[in-house]
């Protein structure tokens, strides 16, 4: 797998601090460092977000240590800020930061396409193409980021972080850890305006550099003839998408192919030097036309007369991946070559899409019925009173049957939105929902807001005690993290209780009643009450403790009402062919919440012995 090629990387590399952010597609990569155990002798760790992740990192590189951040897309906003002021400070020791771009896209919120915060922050950006550059770039990429004394970005998507292939892997290195750190103000302390006009000016002058470097290295790669009709020039895994259509068309031998893998600065030279050899390029790339806009550019510069095709033409789309079909029909076209007949596929019967569900169990599924029963046993109506939504898995919640969440925008906005609406005048009580890891992630600051400017709303955080969206990574409360290192759990109810909210209670949601009695109750109260609902995810629960006891249907007493899979929707139940409900026992965590609306007490409890 590509992110277990870039892991490798770091150790070949000699990376000795490695920290991130888990979000897909990035998260494999601290994983699998942190399944090779402590024999690896690095810091590989989780931090509690990416903008501290950066600067752990940061802060080991200008020691002269090698160290790397992973995040996913949005991450990169996260660490904007300290990403951006290191492009002056510089680095000493190897800075690599991947940056998980996702076409598609699959696991989240945007289309975010990082290429352009690499013209934003002035930092150096690489980009593999296949599992084999992915460990490749990551060993390149600290040689260039120590060559530039810059951090390099190590740009990826999510076919390239999860693309499966042959690896052929180079010696490892012991890892690079601190050698000297001396006070240098005018390089990392950015109060001083004089110092950072000199470093904006080192800055320039050091990406001016940053061609040479790569081509030493060995970024880039041409292929092709002289006499090709068309020249492409492409990235990452669109690269993959041209071969295979190439190959596909019989027409490899018409094209010239030139592949960036330096994204910025421009290779200018390398692409003055190509296209000044091609009549007509067509650039391939994802998302948007960003390597195309730097080609126009390049040949108005050199004052090239050559067709420049892509995006802008409407060949290729600007949203959503490419794929060999989609690069096909644009090449086919661009060649006059017949495309080749699509093979039938064997007729395949479709399951009828379903929305994602929330696991069998799921104390969030417990949690925002409670909060629907705590909104109406208020007096109010639920559609009068907004339940704002943040990161994780109970985003699903925004599905039937719940329809819970009205939100759902980036890490920690829940609160403040939900303060916003309700400072803009909104006559009814808000709720905000956060869950625990986004919570230490991007929620304390919001609290503080909320608190300190005395805003009427109820936060429900959603404490399941674990990052459970991206694959069970460890929170902050955690007393071990995943390499076995001892670590200090933080409180959160130490940490609500200190901002100094109105009201706090710490509910169990698997007591729906009990939790909705208190939402009723705090929704009634002035002030920013906080409702800490605390139970393990139930996946968790289960591998770490066993299910002891699960639910099952009596069916003399079902009357086939199907109320229970109308509130709960949970996925463990299911219709029996004589029209009544039944339980999938391998799938029920034994939560009870079908039984507690069973009108018929239908659903009983029975021992499930230790599984
Ligand atoms: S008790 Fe009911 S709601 Fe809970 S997991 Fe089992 S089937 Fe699902
Ligand atoms: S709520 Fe009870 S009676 Fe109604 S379908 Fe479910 S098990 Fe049967």
Redesign the pocket.
Known sequence: MGNEAIARGVVEAGASVVTGYPGTPSSEVIETLQKLGDGLDIYVEWAVNERVAFEIAYGAAIGGARAMATMKAPGANVAADPMISAAYGGVDGGLVVLIADDPGPHTTQTEQDNRWFAELAKLPMITPSTPQEAKDFTVKGFELSEILGLPVLLRTTTRVNHAVGDVVTGPTREPVRFKRFVRQPERFVRAGMAWNLERHRWLNRTLAQTEDAAEKLGLNMVEGGENAELCIVTEGAAYNYVVEALERLGALERVRIVKLGLLYPAPRKLLSSQLSQCRRVLVVEELDPYVEHVVKRVAFDEGLRIEVLGKDEGLLPLEGELDTAKVLAALAKLLDAEPPAVESASPRREAPPRPPPLC???PH?SSYLAIILGIRRAGYRVDEVPIFGDIGCYALSVYPPLNAIWTEHSMGASISMAMGLKLSGYPKPVVATIGDSTFFHAGIQPLIEAVHKRVDMLVVILDNDVVAMTGHQSTPAWTRTETGRPARPVNLVDIVKAIGVDNLAVVDPYDVDGMARVVAEFLRKPGVNVIIAKHPC?LLEARLKGVEK??TVVPEKCTSCMA?VKV?G????YVTEDGKVG??EE?????????RFCPYGA?VEKPAGRR
Do not use: E, K, S
């Open positions: 069998p169990g799921c599924r139930a699960v639910y229970c709960t949970c996925p463990a139940l339980i999938v799938d029920c965590t034994g939560c009870g919440l079908c039984a659903i």
